[in-house]
């Protein structure tokens, strides 16, 4: 018999960095790696400060509080009220090493060997590998060509062992951020059935909208329904701190305070730190990189008509990503290892963010620009635009 890990895929980004291994690129056709939505830089240097100041602190070489440092969970609470327009306190936070373990606590808190979590497609590859390596079954829900999930599909699908509807907004891979009344109605529906919504929001410091992007926490029956996680990853390039966050009931926390103790026992208190320390001081400095972020985002909506000429369409667009269809007709997974020999392009293929059986993926790439300006966005188009491979459908003898 397998075991759980043997059960999934391997990871996707892993397997993409092995396609580069050994490649050579040239100086003037230098690779362009669009495949990981994590940001290469480091943190701004007052914080990189700040860190080294904290690492003189004797406190910070030791275990801490297994749901976060307090300052932590308090300063985000004050953040969370403010973004959301609502009161948040303190004990609705628990912090972690990271989303993806805010997304694997949650999962073992709530679910069991055998139950079922529903999840849009495309969806996040890691939530489907933690769901495969828990024995809990991720039910793909099919999203329409907003690629955006209706609710009365979602509830087609929910049986007696459904125990979440699990969203990514602003989403990862498509880049959609799903509308404040969509969410309301999953909220609803989750509310209605007895069942958890999970609101991963890792690129919420990225929304092109301002204000609120939804009202759930003052929904009826939040406590109860509602359980959205968060990372300070993208928002101060933490990515190697691992620093996540869990906002939600207490009464849940502490079934995540078991999970937490058995597998990391707290975040790392360096990160910690590092996060409060930018939740306190770096609001300006984040506010800019939000606007460089929209910047990238507007330099792809405008190259992207170099592509639609050649028979691309652009189905997604947001947070770090753009998801996007291609017209050839071999598969997204041959022609990803053709772009680095052949373009010198490291992107993942739509078949890393949907079940094997669903032939979408084979047409369909995500570019994650976290690393790429606007004027890297222009090359890249300019080299996929170059692109001689043989069309799908009636072109592809042409």
Not at 189 to 199: A, D, W
Not at 306 to 327: D, M, N, S
């Amino acid at each position: 018999m397998a075991s759980r890990t043997q059960s999934t895929f391997s990871p996707p980004v892993m397997e993409a960095r092995r396609w580069i291994e050994g490649v050579e690129f040239s100086a003037n056709l230098p690779l362009i790696n669009v495949s990981q939505a994590a940001p290469i830089d480091p943190p701004p240097e007052n914080l990189r400060q700040a860190m080294a100041d904290a690492l003189l602190d004797s406190t910070t070489h030791l275990y801490g509080p297994v749901l976060g440092l307090p300052a932590l969970r308090e300063a985000l609470a004050k953040n969370w009220s403010r973004h959301y327009e609502t009161t948040v306190s303190a004990d609705q936070i628990a912090i972690t090493a990271g989303c993806n373990q805010a997304f694997a606590a949650v999962i073992s808190s709530i679910a069991d060997q055998g139950d079922e979590v529903i999840l849009p497609t495309p969806w996040y590859f890691n939530h489907k590998m933690w769901l495969d390596m828990s024995g809990v079954t991720a039910v793909p829900l099919a999203t329409g060509a907003d690629l955006l999930p209706t609710p009365d599909a979602a509830e087609a699908l929910i049986t007696d062992r459904t125990k979440a509807i699990a969203i990514v907004s602003p989403n990862n891979p498509a880049g959609v951020e799903y509308p404040a009344d969509l969410l309301r109605a999953f909220f609803a529906l989750c509310h209605r059935r007895g069942i958890k919504l999970i609101v991963d929001e890792t690129y919420r410091d990225f929304d092109s909208r301002t204000g609120a992007p939804h009202d759930l926490l003052d929904q009826d029956g939040a406590d109860e329904t509602l359980i959205q996680l968060y990372s300070f990853s993208k928002a101060y390039r933490l990515t190697g701190h691992r620093v996540g966050a869990i906002v939600t009931s207490p009464s849940l926390l502490r079934e995540v305070e078991k999970f937490q103790d058995t597998v990391a026992i707290c975040a790392p208190q360096l990160g910690q730190k590092a996060a409060l320390w930018g939740l306190e001081n770096l609001d300006q400095w984040l506010a800019g990189e939000r606007a460089e972020i929209l910047a990238r985002r507007a330099a792809i909506e405008a190259n992207m008509p170099k592509l639609t000429a050649k028979g691309w369409r652009l189905l997604g667009l947001g947070a770090y990503f753009a998801y996007v269809q291609h017209p050839f007709a071999d598969s997204s997974a041959d022609l990803a290892v053709k772009l680095v020999n052949e373009a010198s392009i490291l992107a993942l293929p739509g078949t890393m963010f949907r079940p094997s059986y669903d032939a979408s993926g084979t047409r369909e790439f995500r570019f994650a620009f976290a690393n790429i300006d606007a004027g890297g966005i222009a090359v890249l188009f300019d080299r996929l635009a170059q692109l001689d491979w043989p069309l799908a459908g009636p072109s592809r003898s042409a």
